[in-house]
């Protein structure tokens, strides 16, 4: 870890300082994107007698499973205007690429994956298109990754999905299967490199297997990520703490209401694939 990353990472929690392109899924009321986003903000703030320009600039390509009206109603009292505030505000942080919703990670090795991109201009969302021609018409996109030149613009090296769930209880185990299932999918076409990680805040289960049934959140993820050949690189206790204080709400999806209760009894998994 670096003189500067250290200084925003404790020596308990995993560390950013590599990662350029940072996908992330579910983000539900996007307050965790606007955390990353902040952080982003600091590191580069940490950094300016370190690093050239763009080798410390980060690019967050911020995504939710759910329409613009489930949004809105779920975490804006489905007050449209509050909501088309927040993301406008949030588009503006200089490390936010993009923002989209109707993202299915469960279809994200489908070539015809799609999704709609908030167009902060005309203060909307735009037309249904492919997620894999993100970069391809954005402006903002363009300019922050043709400051990058010495990589490819189109890369993502880091994928973030926190606390993967559905609304039927035991799915979870299928959704997060799914996932590396496609990005093994992707991996294997060139669409991902090879060398992109996946990381996840996932809640500690209970040992009873009876209990853990009745759990929604019941991941078998170690047997996924063997399944889709991915090696585990590290897990980390809780840092829902550390994210909290840049501006992250962990909340139920039903209610909007906060569940940073469980965060003691979470752990930040890292995998990388196989080649």
Known sequence: MSTFDSVLTPNDQPSYEKYKRVLLLGEADFS????FATYAQQRQQQVVETLRNEDRKIEIIATEYGDSCSIASRYYEN???KFCKSLGSLHDLESVACIG????????GDKSCTWRRWNNGKQGWENPSSFWNVGNDDNKLNKISNENQHRNKDSIDLIIFNFPHTEQAGRATKLVRALFRQLRICIDDNRLPPNVELEMR???????????KKI????????AAEESRFEL???WPSDLKRWEALGYKHKWTRRNATCLGIGD???VWRWRPFI
């Open 79 to 81: 007050n449209t205007e």
């Open 101 to 108: 919703c109707g993202l299915n990670a469960r279809l994200l």
């Open 265 to 267: 009894a979470c752990q």
């Open 32 to 35: 965790f994107t606007r955390a």
């Open 233 to 235: 690189i590290g897990n």
């Open 216 to 223: 929604r959140a019941f991941y078998n993820h170690e047997e």
């Open 202 to 212: 996932l809640r500690s289960l209970e040992t009873d297997l009876n209990v853990r």
